[in-house]
């Protein structure tokens, strides 16, 4: 069993920046594919981005390309979402997800475990 704890998320202005951190218990960590998923109010949940277990590979969203960016750390059992240039459109909870596999994986049922989500609200 994982556990993901977010954090980071608050309230910004447009063209403000923030990171998301997502910290994971268990030792299987390096192993899992990571993603990032938002869900804005009366829209379902969408990937941001995700990252395979090494870091080297990534995915992004088209609404976040040149904007945000993902990376792990697999020591600290940590992954982050660097965001920057936030927009009003950017307004959502923010999921952290692990996946019971190497690779890099873009939709829901793809991952096994989430986060409770955070909070990110960009003003304009």
């Known amino acids: 069993q994982v556990q993901l704890v977010e954090s980071g998320g608050g309230l910004v202005q447009a063209g403000g920046s923030l990171r998301l951190s997502c910290a994971a218990s268990?030792?299987?960590?390096?192993?899992?594919?990571m993603g990032w998923f938002r869900q804005a109010p009366g829209k379902e949940r969408e990937i941001v981005a995700a990252?395979?277990?090494?870091?080297?590979?990534?995915y992004y969203a088209d609404s976040v390309k040149g904007r945000f960016t993902i990376s792990r750390d697999n020591a600290k059992n940590t992954v982050y979402l660097q965001m920057i240039n936030l927009k009003p459109e950017d307004t959502a909870v923010y999921y952290c997800?692990?996946?019971?596999?190497?690779?890099?994986?873009?939709?829901?049922?793809?991952?096994?475990?989430w986060g409770q989500g955070t909070q990110v609200t960009v003003s304009s």
């Open positions: 997800a692990a996946a019971r596999s190497y690779g890099v994986f873009t939709i829901v049922d793809a991952y096994d475990y």
């Open positions: 268990g030792r299987a960590f390096s192993s899992y594919g």
């Open positions: 990252v395979s277990w090494s870091g080297g590979t990534t």
